[in-house]
């Protein structure tokens, strides 16, 4: 009996077919569900946060800071950043790199933040991330990159010690201001002291000595102005040093005015005596005109008036040399008296009065004038604390209600199921192209008012930008916050997350009012917030493709297909909510409206999503942007894109007042 064979290579092949074609099949069925799993939204997450917003440090110290970014993507995808830590205050990057990442994962990078050596102000970093995921058979991506950038406010200040240096110092430089302007006032007493005796010898002598001290005052009041300079820069060693200098001529301008006024007082006593003996001899030898003398006595008495007639000339010579010369014609007139009086007993023949004559001076009344020094009031100003942006410094702005800060709102996202990350990109580009003039602050996912400080972002000249997102909400309890998201609730919930938001960048940039720019749903939250909570906190409203009269048509039928369905519910025409708002009372703060046209929306004209008619607000300065709209590309969603809409970012410059750059 013969055996049959087993067909064995056919059912192998069979085996190998099928599974083959199982591989196939399930290899498109994945590709399909990625290629799905995208379309929905489900594309490159990037996280980034920071272990310290605020650093609080003394001048000269240091500290760490570790920034975390992470990333979430199809599990298929490389993702590649490059980063970037940036020193806004000086002006220049402090390091910069790239980085290769997969889905679900995080790096970390840690930085040595260094306060200035003295001083007290605050400096600002931006550390910055741009991130995308490299597009493969299995993983379908957009090659937009993704951007996250953080900012960390440096706060420094003097130590105790160094303040109680500074106040030292500074007694010690009025104290000496203080010497030094009442050594000049008494300079300038003896100046004008001397001059009465300008037409003596002696003032030769005097005005050197005052022109050495003048000069001697005059460097140390420069000493003291450059110390005052060094003292406002804390420049403690040059300072020193100058007090020091400034110490030692003081004292020796103080032993040149005591010498000096010795000697001014020892010559005006001079003076005056040297008045009285002219004063006597003169009357001695004006009581001789009428005697008669001898030929001996008469001779005596003529030269007598001719040395007399030169002493009194008080210019001639120094005044000691003048009171010795009068002292000396003194005792001759007084020895003529005694020779007149012998001749009367004698028989001598006798002469009338000489023909010499008394030669007339006019002299100078000399007086000391009171000393009337007051004590002048003098200050020093230490140095503002100053903040620093792109390399330009000012003094740091306390509270100022100007140049109020921008917060970015997003619109519907159309998705629920997708992460809420996703929905703080939408300004992201528009928020880079408001720079220098807004400082781009990265993003707010949540607001926690406690780990933030008061005024943090308001220190600069220059205004902030914020994303913000009401799709976040936090959950706390004693021993810890979680981070919640939350994108099932209605326009009135996120009208409230919005008036916490609000505070939030108030408190920060230490504001009294924000801006805000919103898009599509984004602008139905704002006019809630503001019918419920007034538009005290707002500067004014400028608003991107919003419905303001609510979405009908195939918009509100695809809305809930995927997006929330409260939300849509709430912007239907006809609901309640919208309703309400066109009822509200109209803000009394200026509202801006850019609407988009040229797509068929509906049976009318607008951006593809939203019609013409229901963006529009009769209220508002409205703004009419044509575009246009291709397969699912709708010109709603391009109006946030600055290479799609360029008008859309020239137009809120507009609105905002800024310049072309």
Not at 15 to 29: C, P
Not at 36 to 53: P, Q, R, T
Not at 233 to 257: A, G, R, T, V
Not at 495 to 510: A, R, T
Request: with cysteine; charged share 20%; aromatic share 12%.
């Amino acid at each position: 009996m013969v055996k049959k064979q087993k067909k064995r290579p056919f059912n192998l092949f069979l085996i190998i077919a099928l599974s083959t074609l199982a591989l196939i099949l399930i290899f498109f069925i994945f590709k399909i569900y990625l290629l799905a799993n995208y379309l929905v939204g489900n594309d490159l997450i990037i996280s980034l946060s920071s272990d310290k917003e605020n650093i609080f440090l003394l001048a000269n110290q240091s500290e760490k800071v570790t920034f975390e970014i992470s990333a979430a993507a199809n599990p298929f995808c490389s993702i590649f950043c490059n980063y970037s830590l940036y020193d806004l205050s000086d002006n220049y990057t402090l390091d910069s790199g790239n980085i290769s990442m997969s889905s679900r994962n995080f790096q970390e990078k840690s930085y040595q933040l260094y306060s200035p050596k003295k001083g007290s102000g605050q400096k600002i970093y931006s550390f910055k991330v741009l991130c995308q995921s490299k597009k493969t058979a299995f993983c379908n991506t957009e090659t937009t990159k993704r951007i996250r950038n953080v900012l960390i406010t440096l706060d420094y200040n003097l130590s105790k010690e160094e303040e109680i240096e500074r106040d030292l110092s500074a007694e010690k430089i009025l104290l000496l201001k203080n010497y030094s302007d009442y050594l000049l006032y008494t300079y300038n007493y003896l100046d004008n002291l001397s001059l009465q005796i300008n037409f003596t010898q002696d003032y030769l002598q005097f005005s050197s000595s005052l022109r050495n001290i003048s000069d001697n005052l005059t460097k140390v009041n420069s000493y003291l102005i450059n110390a005052s300079y060094f003292w406002t820069m804390e420049d403690y060693s040059s300072l020193n040093s100058l007090l020091s200098s400034s110490e030692e001529d003081l004292s020796k301008i103080i032993l040149s005015i005591n010498s000096l006024n010795e000697s001014l007082s020892s010559k005006f006593s001079l003076y005056v005596a040297i008045l009285a003996n002219i004063s006597v001899i003169e009357s001695n030898l004006k009581n001789l005109k009428n005697i008669n003398m001898s030929l001996k006595s008469y001779n005596e008495t003529n030269s007598a008036i001719n040395e007399f007639n030169f002493a009194k000339n008080l210019s001639s010579s120094n005044l000691s040399s003048k009171e010795n010369s009068l002292l000396q014609i003194l005792n001759w007139t007084n020895n003529i008296n005694l020779s007149l009086y012998n001749d009367s007993l004698s028989n001598v023949t006798l002469y009338s009065f000489p023909d010499a004559v008394i030669t007339e001076f006019i002299y100078a009344n000399i007086s000391f004038p009171e000393f009337n020094y007051t004590q002048k009031s003098f200050s020093l100003e230490p140095q503002k604390a100053s903040c620093c942006l792109y390399n330009s410094c000012s003094e740091c702005l306390s509270n100022s209600n100007e140049n109020y800060p921008i917060i970015f709102l997003h619109g519907h996202d159309f998705n629920e199921k997708v992460s809420a990350d996703h929905s703080l990109d939408a300004f992201t580009f528009i928020q880079e192209g408001l720079e220098p003039e807004y400082l781009n602050a990265g993003s707010l996912i949540v607001a926690q008012q406690e780990q933030a400080s008061f005024n943090s972002l308001g220190k600069i000249s220059c205004p902030i930008s914020v994303r913000a997102s009401y799709y976040f909400d936090l959950f706390k309890t004693s021993e810890k916050i979680t981070v919640l998201q939350t994108k099932t609730s209605n326009i009135d919930t996120y009208s409230i997350k919005l008036k916490d938001i609000l505070e939030e960048v108030k408190f920060k940039s230490g504001k009294d009012k924000v801006i805000i720019i919103a898009h599509s749903m984004g602008g139905l939250v704002v006019r809630r917030y503001v019918q419920v909570f007034g538009d005290s906190s707002l500067s004014q409203i400028i608003l991107i493709g919003t419905p303001n009269h609510g979405i009908d048509e195939s918009t509100l039928s695809y809305c809930s297909l995927l997006g929330a369905k409260s939300e849509c519910e709430d912007m239907d025409k006809s609901s309640l909510f919208i309703n309400k708002l066109e009822n509200a009372p109209k803000p009394n703060i200026p509202i801006s409206v850019i609407i988009g046209t040229g797509c068929q929306t509906g049976n009318e004209d607008g951006d593809g999503i939203v019609k013409r008619s229901s963006a529009y607000l009769d209220y508002a300065s409205n703004y009419y942007l044509p575009g246009n709209c291709s397969g699912f590309e709708y010109l709603h969603g391009k109006l946030l894109s600055p290479e799609a809409s360029p008008e859309v970012l020239t137009t809120i410059k507009s609105i905002l007042n800024i310049s072309k750059r």
